[in-house]
């Protein structure tokens, strides 16, 4: 199982070292493909007054030094082709951002480093469309034929649902995003933005992390490659996504329980 977990933003180094190491139990699970997540740039802020992180240069070096202390794979978003590159050079995963799915040139640099790709569906989509996403980074790799599960895992590409637009300020999980996308890749849920609500706090997002293990349990009983939890010792002071990410000790309680859907499922 891929899991995914760490905070919205690189805060400050204190922080992101106390989250990271409360972590490693699932670094050292033999049963999950853990990657640590955490972003230098929250670009798509809904204020400009918005905490954005510590940005590029600074950020890469809190993540390397993350990834020599724990032993983590990193996965980080981007947002400008000319970002892939250095980036890559730390992360293993680049991740796109949903708003950003269709941007060729950002696809195209990122499919260009050696890093794995994993695309967030954007929330104005339906599933069936981010087979195009997914053609772009394959493409670019090389590969010709027929956009496919396999095809996809073997060049490193993932999808990501997070949730799809359902009236102003509301996000809603279509269950059936899952099988649809995972004819074209591997699929990822992410509980925690499914439960965000987009710019209702007026000048930041809003959302109800009550229903983040709910979906999560769901998502598992549909059946997915893995999961994102965006999580924090105290979402109530965390600088971005706080209503909507998972405190440590929830997600100690939610992950078993997936576990135990998944075995079943499988």
């Known amino acids: 199982m891929i899991l995914i977990a760490g905070p919205c933003v690189i805060e400050n180094r204190e ?12 670094h050292e699970d033999c049963t999950k493909e853990f990657y640590f997540k955490a972003s230098f740039d929250k670009a798509n802020r809904t204020s400009l007054d918005s905490f954005r992180g510590p940005g590029l240069e600074e950020g890469l070096k809190i993540l390397q030094e993350v990834k020599e202390r724990f032993g983590y794979s990193i996965l980080t978003d981007i947002h400008e082709p000319a970002q892939a590159a250095p980036v890559a ?29 994993n695309i967030k569906k954007g929330q104005f989509l339906a599933p069936q469309a981010m087979e195009y996403s997914v053609a772009k980074v394959l493409k670019t790799r090389g590969y010709e034929g027929e956009v496919n599960y396999e095809a996809s895992e073997k060049y490193g590409v993932w999808l990501t649902e997070r949730g799809t637009t359902f009236g102003y300020g509301n996000l809603v999980v279509d269950m059936r995003s899952f099988p649809i996308m995972r004819r074209f890749a591997p699929v990822v849920f992410d ?17 109800d992390s009550r229903f983040v293990p ?53």
Do not use: W
């Open 89 to 117: 050079e730390v992360a293993d995963v680049l991740q796109i951002p949903a708003f950003l799915c269709r941007q060729t040139d950002l696809l195209v640099a990122a499919a260009k480093t050696g890093a794995k790709v």
């Open 214 to 266: 709910t979906l999560a349990r769901a998502a598992a009983g549909a059946g997915v490659d893995g999961f994102f939890f965006e999580t924090h010792f105290d979402p109530s002071v965390a600088l971005s996504d706080g209503p909507n990410m998972i405190k440590l000790q929830d997600l100690e309680r939610l992950i078993p329980q997936i576990d135990a859907i998944r075995s079943i499922v499988e």
């Open 191 to 207: 509980a925690t933005h499914s439960v965000q609500m987009p710019a209702s706090g007026g000048a930041t997002s809003g959302g």
């Open 15 to 26: 922080n992101i070292f106390r989250i990271a190491e409360a972590l490693m139990p699932y």
